[in-house]
């Protein structure tokens, strides 16, 4: 069995607007996953434990604060040492948020399964729907972690190619693991190996 290809980002602005537009004609509760997490940068495991209470207090606070899955998950870290990330809540953001936890009780689940509003959306769920929508607009290897990694790249382009800075917002640890998250280093290989087109005649 061949190694699992991992997930990319949506780097094209017209096709995260597209997946928006898509999401919202089928279903609210994802649409407001996917705008959360290419909002925010969160995993999506972390995002689809959100309870309403969490948005409202982060919507009284103006930032978001979560003590991320895969850290707090390690067994080399403890948790009463680590810091919650904070992520600014961005005012197009609080517009959804607010309508959309609206009539909503504090201690449902943000984005609860058909099973109930006890019961959260899990993420494999969360992938085979970004996967559908990716495959209506032609985009490959779209999954839950995608809208973390469009985070991250739409940062990454915005500050003008700034890495220090997407690797901060991340919370990673150093710049080559930045660097090999949103796959620059193989757009960078994929770019020059593409320039050798000129060496080489078909004619």
Request: aromatic content about 8%.
């Amino acid at each position: 069995m061949g190694k699992k290809k991992p997930a990319n980002p949506i780097k094209d602005r017209e096709s995260i607007l597209d997946i928006q537009d898509y999401l919202k004609l089928k279903c609210e509760r994802n649409y407001m996953l996917f705008v959360l997490g290419i909002a925010t940068g969160y995993r999506a495991g972390d995002l689809v434990k959100l309870k309403v209470r969490d948005i409202k207090m982060a919507l009284d606070n103006g930032y978001f604060e979560i003590l991320e899955g895969k850290k707090a998950n390690s067994k080399n870290i403890r948790k009463e040492n680590l810091k919650p990330r904070t992520v600014k809540v961005i005012n197009n953001l609080e517009v959804l948020l607010r309508k959309y936890v609206k009539n909503k009780k504090d201690y449902e689940y943000l984005f609860p399964s058909r099973k109930g509003r006890n019961n959260h959306i899990e993420v494999d769920q969360v992938t085979r729907i970004l996967k559908e929508a990716g495959d209506e607009f032609g985009l490959k290897q779209i999954t839950a972690h995608s809208m973390r990694k469009t985070y991250a790249y739409s940062i990454y382009v915005e500050s003008k190619f700034n890495i220090t800075l997407v690797k901060d917002m991340l919370g990673h640890r150093s710049i080559d693991e930045t660097r090999r998250y949103i796959g620059l280093d193989k757009e960078t290989y994929d770019k020059y190996s593409d320039s050798l087109n000129d060496l080489i005649r078909v004619s």
